[in-house]
């Protein structure tokens, strides 16, 4: 069957995806922090605003591509950095890479994916950007941008917002191996709801299992739950206002800051010289009482001025809450799980499904309001249900 008739919607590839890999992993995909507060209202958010459009304007036919960071791209969308994306999927960064390159819009490798930046970026070329975590160690840290900078990369993402781990009670609850957290060993559940499904046990192991392929150079050829804890020794809580100087005095390309949710953090990153904000509650997997990025984006425009790049992540599952994010003041959006729910269900296939279905919601949601520009939709009246 046609998968475009089968799944013609993003959210329908959630359940496509839980059903395709394990419980463990679904979990580590989807879930929130504490109770999912945070995750839940990312999604009543956009379902509660309205947009109203205008008539009579005759034929629209509406122009996605967007000029970002002095870059002109097709979409006025990305795919937001997820770690470890090839435990979710085998193969998911470059799928994913691939789809950007093709369609026009960037690709956020993470410094914990399974696949290195080299990789990435041979595939996804100018669409491919770097997320970084600051790790601990200073040298580490330059030779990552180095490694970025050397693949051609323009812009890195510096993610804020994960000063600490944060508790993953349903991935506790699915038993994953939560290396530093709970539990360390694969456990014979674990093993259990692999081995009930076979693909992508499979193809796991054809890819080599859990891998961090940018960070593996650091770690002394170590591997499994002994690589995932020097990862989480290096990367959590390093970050401060003076690293971020010394990472802005290295960097030449765009830097944007991740995961701002306060205007006056959002005041001092743009006076130290970032080049635009990831507005964002990562998805709802940090802080359970975290606002919507949306509910922030007034006061940290007001803040920040006209000109900086503000971009919006965090509970976006359609072509039309693209639109809303964009209407109501974003500059640009991101999508995380979104993109990596339809990798999950349809291998191969869901880079390029994901982004046909956003680009068409996206054009035809901007034809139904009459609206022919990603600029036009500024005047948009943006309402609440
Ligand atoms: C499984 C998973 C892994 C993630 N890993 C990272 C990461 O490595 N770096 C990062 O900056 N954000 C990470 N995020 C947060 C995403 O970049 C993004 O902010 C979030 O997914 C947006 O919310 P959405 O999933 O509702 O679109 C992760 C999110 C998920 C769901």
């Known amino acids: 069957m046609d998968i475009s008739n089968k799944y013609p919607r993003l959210s329908d590839l959630e359940a496509a995806a ?21 995750k839940t209202a990312n999604r009543t958010v956009y379902d509660s605003i309205t947009l109203t459009p205008k008539f009579l304007r005759g034929r629209v036919d509406p122009d996605i591509s967007v000029n970002l960071l002095g870059k002109t791209y097709q979409a006025p969308f990305g795919v937001s950095p997820i770690g470890l994306s090839s ?28 696949e290195s930046i080299e990789r990435v970026s041979a595939v996804g070329g100018d669409m491919a950007w770097f997320q970084l975590y600051a790790p601990f160690d200073r040298a580490l840290c330059t030779d990552l941008l180095r490694r970025a900078a050397e693949c051609g990369c323009k812009t890195i993402i510096l993610t804020a917002d994960v000063p600490a781990p944060s508790r993953r009670e349903r991935m506790r609850i699915a038993g994953a191996p939560l290396g530093s957290r709970g539990n360390s060993t694969f456990s014979p559940r674990v093993i259990w ?22 960070m593996e150079p650091y770690a002394n050829g170590q591997r499994g739950m002994a690589i995932t804890k020097f990862i989480g020794s290096q990367l959590n809580g390093s ?37 635009g904000l990831v507005i964002s509650n990562h998805g709802g997997r940090q802080l359970d009482a975290a606002p919507h990025p949306l509910g922030q984006l007034q006061g940290i425009r007001a803040a920040v001025g006209g000109n900086l790049p503000i971009i919006i992540d965090s509970g976006v599952r359609s072509g039309l809450d693209v639109v809303r994010a964009l209407a109501s003041g ?27 279905i956003l680009l068409e919601e996206v054009r035809d949601v901007m034809a139904q309001l009459g609206i022919d520009s990603i600029k036009g939709l500024r005047d948009v009246h943006v309402g609440k249900l």
């Open 18 to 38: 839980k059903r395709k890999i394990p419980p463990f992993v679904y979990a580590y995909l989807d879930s929130g922090t504490g109770h999912d507060n945070t």
């Open 330 to 356: 974003a500059d640009f959006v991101m999508l995380g799980r979104a993109f990596m729910y339809s990798v999950a269900a349809l291998g191969r296939r869901g880079g390029d499904h994901a982004a046909g």
């Open 239 to 275: 970050l401060d206002w003076d690293y971020l100087a010394e990472i802005r005095q290295q960097w030449q390309g765009n830097l944007l800051l991740k995961g701002i949710l306060h205007a006056q953090d959002a005041t001092r990153a743009v006076k130290m010289g970032v080049d």
């Open 193 to 214: 709801q692999s081995m009930t499904h076979p693909e992508w046990a499979l193809r796991t192991l054809m890819n080599g299992g859990a891998r961090f392929r940018n």
């Open 87 to 114: 435990l979710i999927w085998p193969g998911a960064e470059l799928v994913l890479a691939k789809a950007a390159k093709v369609h026009g819009f960037p690709y956020a490798l993470s410094t914990v994916a399974g």
